[in-house]
């Protein structure tokens, strides 16, 4: 059944999820009749995208806050004037790094209780490239055969920081020094546990829930034993009929569900610079299909 919508005009991006919002100034306070067709949309399609919002941190920050409760991120610093935003920055000169988000993920899904999504705001993007990319874990879940689904919603999957973690990056990868990125700490060698399939709690629908950069294994198997399952489902969810992409232009907004939806920052804009706040939304621990934590 089509959504309809009279507050706010909605133009799907791809046939699996995303969506350009038009019609609505984040800059002022929100009726509540508005916000609540943004929060469906947001339910529908998953990654909704607003252009041309000229925003300052305390408008980015009072937007985010209808969404939910504000996290600070594990193992990044964060802005000092603005604690709750981070500066997603990459330097003009600096070229054959690593940067933040690039590689398929869900937000810190080594938490016990991983973020509800995110708030990023454009300040400065190259003239092409440094897109962003989503991929849809509803439709990824509902493509698997039911043997596979039936045999998923039985399993959790251990998912560690150890990117963050002591030995866990390469010494001789180049990371970006515009990010503070804080590694080799203890405590995010830790894994936990959550359901690989988990059940949304607003719309009710079952998401795959794992990812490369975080999740390390199925609980109560080895690492190696876990690998060429898990190899499949990273490959399988990020199909290009799964997936959409963000174009960014300066003063451009986005939010995502990181519940059930994976996203990867482009890096192929070596020479130019690209600045982006960022805020996180609380979440809550993951629900598995069968009703319960991990």
Request: charged share 25%; glycine share 6%; with cysteine.
């Amino acid at each position: 059944m089509k959504t309809s919508y009279t507050r706010i005009e909605v133009r799907p991006m791809a046939g699996a999820l995303g969506a350009d919002i038009q019609g609505v100034d984040l800059a002022r306070p929100l009726d509540d009749a508005t916000f609540a067709e943004i929060e469906r949309a947001f339910h529908d399609r998953l990654v909704l995208f607003f252009h041309d919002q000229r925003l300052t941190p305390e408008q980015h920050l009072a937007f985010s806050r209808r969404l939910g409760p504000l996290s600070r991120s594990p193992y990044i610093k964060h802005m000092d004037a603005y604690p709750d935003i981070i500066a997603v920055l990459k330097e003009a000169d600096e070229r054959n790094i690593s940067t933040f988000g690039n590689a398929w993920h869900s937000d810190f899904s080594f938490l016990e209780e991983p973020p509800l999504g995110s708030v990023l705001y454009a300040r400065e993007v190259p003239d092409h490239g440094g897109d962003t990319l989503f991929a849809n874990m509803y439709d990824a879940y509902d493509a698997l055969s039911e043997g596979m689904q039936s045999m998923l919603g039985d399993l959790n999957a251990m998912h560690s920081g150890r990117p963050y973690g002591v030995g866990g990056v390469s010494a001789d990868l180049k990371v970006s020094r515009s990010i503070g990125i804080e590694r080799n700490q203890a405590e995010a060698d830790r894994e936990v546990a959550h359901p690989v399939v988990r059940v949304h709690p607003a719309t009710g629908r079952k998401a795959l829930f794992v990812n490369s950069i975080y999740t390390t294994r199925f609980e109560g198997m080895t690492e190696a034993e876990s690998r060429p399952l898990l190899d499949f489902l990273y490959a399988h969810a990020i199909r290009p009929e799964f997936t959409c992409r963000l174009r960014w232009r300066t003063n451009d907004l986005a939010i995502w569900d990181n519940r059930c939806a994976m996203h990867y920052a482009v890096n192929d804009y070596d020479g130019s610079r690209r600045l982006m706040h960022r805020t996180t939304i609380k979440g809550e621990r993951p629900i598995s299909a069968r009703g319960r934590n991990a």
